[in-house]
């Protein structure tokens, strides 16, 4: 356990609170209050708190809306995305500039894209699946 261990809990446990009661903390401030050894850290665990919030609220999510962060944040938002296919909407989904095929994980059951669930994959085809 590092020296700093207790002040990131406590800023992330700060953060998590003050999305629970409605409001939308900036991790910038977050940062601004912190030491700079706890910056890596932080943002290991506030980018991807801020994704999970900012989904539930219906949010659509680009790795570049942390660009402001620095490249480590917007690389950690794109691996969240990646990892977790629930964090997943319309506009998560990008188009690979290599061969304009749309990249989508495998098995999406259980996402919520809009007002709707995929509950279950129905068929498959040349154009995509159902």
Not at 46 to 69: C, F, M, Q
């Amino acid at each position: 356990m590092s020296q700093f261990d207790d002040q990131i809990d406590l800023l992330c446990d700060r953060f998590e609170d003050a999305w629970i009661a409605g409001n939308r903390p900036s991790i910038t401030e977050v940062m601004a209050e912190s030491n700079p050894a706890t910056h890596q850290a932080l943002l290991e665990n506030l980018v991807p708190t801020d994704i999970e919030y900012r989904i539930k609220l219906g949010e659509a999510i680009d790795p570049g809306d942390y660009s402001e962060l620095g490249p480590q944040a917007i690389a950690i938002a794109q691996s969240e995305l990646d990892r977790n296919p629930a964090n997943l909407n319309e506009s998560n989904l990008k188009i690979d500039s290599d061969d304009d095929k749309p990249v989508v994980p495998i098995d999406v059951t259980g996402t919520q894209i809009g007002p709707y669930r995929l509950v279950r994959k129905i068929g498959e085809g040349g154009m995509g699946s159902v």
